[in-house]
Each structure stands twice: as C-alpha cells, then as structure tokens.
C-alpha cells in the first residue's frame, strides 16, 4: 500500500498466490459424540476427486449449523497431497443438547387466554432422528400431538415424517372432537425447494354444527393423499428481514364413513420480507393465504375441515371465526377462502419495534368463482419487543367493516414471534 500526500492517493498491489490446483479429499470429522459419523458423512455434497469449490464447502457448514445439533461447526480445507492431488476436509464439531423443554402463553380478545408446551429430542437414535410432543390449551381449543422425523430415509435428501394429533374444539360454528395420522416423505431438491407425498386418515365426531343444527353426534372419516412443493428463501425463520416463502399443496379426500362426500383439497401460502432500510430497522412483509374444498357443497364437509377467516392469524380486528358465511351471528364455514396481510416492521431500537398493519379477506360460500362475499378489512398497530428467544407482539386491531351486534370496536393480542 503506497500513500501519495502531494495527491492525496492511496495505490494498493494485491499479489494472490492461488495455491496448487487441488480435488476435494475425504471429510474427517472430529468432536461429535453421540451423532453417528456416518450420518455425517452422508451429508457431504461432493463426490472425493471432484474439483474443489470453497462455496460447497460453505454450503455444508450451513448445512451442519442447521441440524440443530452442534454448538459449533468449523469446516476448513486441509494441506494439499502432493501424491494425490487431493485436500482432505477437517470438520470440528461441538456437540450441544439434544432435548429441548419449550413452552409459551398468549392471551386473545376472542379466544381468551391460552397455553403451549412441548417437548423434543434431535438425535433420538444417533442420527438426527427427532421426536417430538406437543400440547396446548385455549378457551376453544385444546391438543395433543407427537412427531417423528428421521432423514437420510431413503437417500441423503430424503426425510420421512409420521405425525398424530387429537383435538377437543368448542367454536362458534361447531363443537366436537377429532384425531389424524400422516405418514410422508420429503425430498430436499436443492437448498430452497423442497416436496413431499403423504398419506393420511381422519376421524371426527362433531357434537353441535351450527350448519346444521338439526344433527348432531355426526361422524366422519377421510382417507387422504396431500401432496406439497414449497420454496424457503427466507433469511431468518424467526425474524425474517429479506426472502420468499412460498408452499403450495394438494390433497383429494376419500370419505370411508356414509355420508361423507369426497372432494380436493388445495391451499396455498405466499409470504414475501422486503428490507427498506437497514437502520432504522426497517421490513416490508406481505403474506397472502388461499385454500377450497373442490367437489361438493361446503354443508356436506365435516365442519372442522371448512374454511373460516377472522382471529390473530388471519384477519385481526375481526373475531375468531367471524368472517364468511353467517347463520345471523354464528359462523357455518365456506368453501374457499383468501386472505392477506400486510405489514410494516419498524424496528426503532435494538429492543423496541412499532407495525403498523392492514389484514383483508374473506371466507367464501362457494369454492370457485363467481363469489358473493365481500372483502372484509382490518387495520392496526403493533408493538414488538424483542428478546433473546424472539420478538413478543402486542397487538391492537380494528374492524374497518364494523357490523352491528357482530364486531366489537378492537381485538386485542399478544403472542411471541412475528405474526407470519
């Protein structure tokens, strides 16, 4: 680096030395303790001989830092051998707890104050297998869950998935209980976008449909076939700043029991992170949600599987429920549904950030156009304060769209972690 003061010009020579040219040489792993090495390593994204690229390198360092099971991942290239042409490549690994204890409160305007726990472990067999249970409890809602995940399932890229769940819900628009399996399989096909194929049954037993009054004790049962492609380009799962996540499914539903018609399931979601300024923090964020029941009246679908908008996580300032098909004030469900919202997230200290929101949608009578409910929306303005284990939100919102002896004047809610 040479400085010219009569110029007031700095000249800088880079000299690069660029190494001997070099193939990529085997992973040695060192560190880990209970995570099988073999697991490991049929993680590694290069074929030993093939030329040396440092952004593959780079690439499986994010990949070891994501499994949630190291403290620690330190990926670097090894001497050249000068017999073989090859660089080995040294992994250092740090271990870190594999069970983790989570739990969580949050407290709604209409659904009233609420409760989550769960419990899960990473490494069950040594090989990134995770198990995991769950439950919560609100004022509408309460159930119990558990999830079995093990990759590498067929090939490196392959993660098989079987979930159960049972319910106890008490809505607006029916009361009654219900349980579901599913078994899939989901293939990584690059880093962003990923698929799957499942297979899953249904059971329901619906006490009081407020669609129809006149039964009760109704019973149905599905068996179905989802179908799913989603891309993840987010930068931060819990706090995104910039990125796409985009999910599409489909899934045909087969009644077993009489009396349930079969139909085809699609859904959507689309939520895009747009940084407008980096200080202040900041974030554009817009998310848009759509599904339907194709093939048969919404009536004739069992009343836990039809589609409802209004509460926290689809249009605040309108309560639980609220929005779509109505018998006076009591939802019945639709047959479709979008929704959308729209936030901006000004974070305007390390601690304290402020959104202004505007969520709109409805839930449809019909599963295809053309509809005839109108597009409700809300507005409102949130507080966030953000924490170690992620953002808490408050948040206050206001129907735009007041319907008398329907909607109240505000919605009030407060959760941890962003709203989408």
């Not at 009644?255 to 959507?268: C, K, V």
């Amino acid at each position: 680096v040479t400085a010219d003061f009569a110029t007031h010009s700095v000249a800088v020579v880079w000299t690069v030395d660029t190494g001997p040219k070099a193939t990529f040489g085997p992973a040695v792993f060192t560190g880990q303790t209970t995570v099988k090495e073999s697991y490991l390593a049929g993680l590694v994204p290069w074929q030993r001989g093939a030329p040396y690229d440092a952004r593959t390198v780079e690439r499986f360092r994010k990949k070891l830092t994501s499994l949630e099971l190291f403290n620690a991942a330190q990926v670097e290239t090894g001497p050249v051998d000068p017999a073989t042409g090859q660089a080995p490549i040294l992994v250092e690994l740090t271990e870190r707890k594999h069970r983790t204890v989570k739990g969580g409160v949050d407290y709604k305007t209409d659904e009233g104050p609420g409760a989550n726990l769960g419990w899960e472990n990473r490494n069950l067999f040594g090989g990134g297998e995770k198990l995991a249970v769950a439950g919560s409890a609100s004022g509408i809602e309460q159930f119990a869950e558990a999830a079995f995940e093990k990759p590498d399932a067929l090939t490196p890229k392959d993660l098989f998935k079987a979930k159960a769940r049972v319910a106890n819900e008490d809505k607006k628009a029916y009361k009654g209980q219900n349980a579901t399996a599913t078994a899939s399989l989901r293939r990584q096909f690059t880093e962003s976008v990923s698929g799957g194929v499942g297979l899953g049954y249904r059971a329901s037993r619906i006490e009081e449909d407020e669609s129809r009054p006149w039964e009760s004790d109704a019973r149905y049962g599905f068996v179905f076939l989802p179908v799913e492609i989603g891309y993840d380009g987010r930068d931060d799962v819990l706090d995104p700043q910039k990125g796409l996540l985009a999910t599409a499914s489909l899934a045909p539903y087969w009644g077993t029991l009489s009396g349930a018609d079969n139909f085809l399931r699609p859904e959507f979601t689309l939520a895009h992170y747009l940084k407008i300024l980096d200080k202040p923090g900041l974030v554009l964020a817009t998310r848009a949600v759509g599904g339907a029941n194709i093939g048969t009246d919404s009536e004739n679908v069992t009343p836990d599987l039809r589609w409802y908008a209004g509460g926290s996580g689809s249009i605040r300032g309108y309560s639980y429920q609220s929005v779509g098909p109505m018998r006076g004030k009591t939802p019945v469900g639709g047959a479709s549904l979008f929704t959308f919202s729209t936030e901006l997230r000004w974070r305007v200290t390390e601690l304290v950030g402020i959104v202004p929101f505007l969520d709109g949608g409805t839930a449809f009578g019909k599963a295809l156009p053309p509809y005839d409910q109108p597009i409700m929306l809300g507005a409102g303005l949130g507080l966030r304060v953000y924490t170690p284990v992620g953002p808490v939100r408050v948040d206050v919102a206001t129907p735009l769209a007041r319907r008398q002896d329907i909607d109240d004047i505000a919605q009030f809610y407060c959760s941890i972690g962003q709203s989408f």
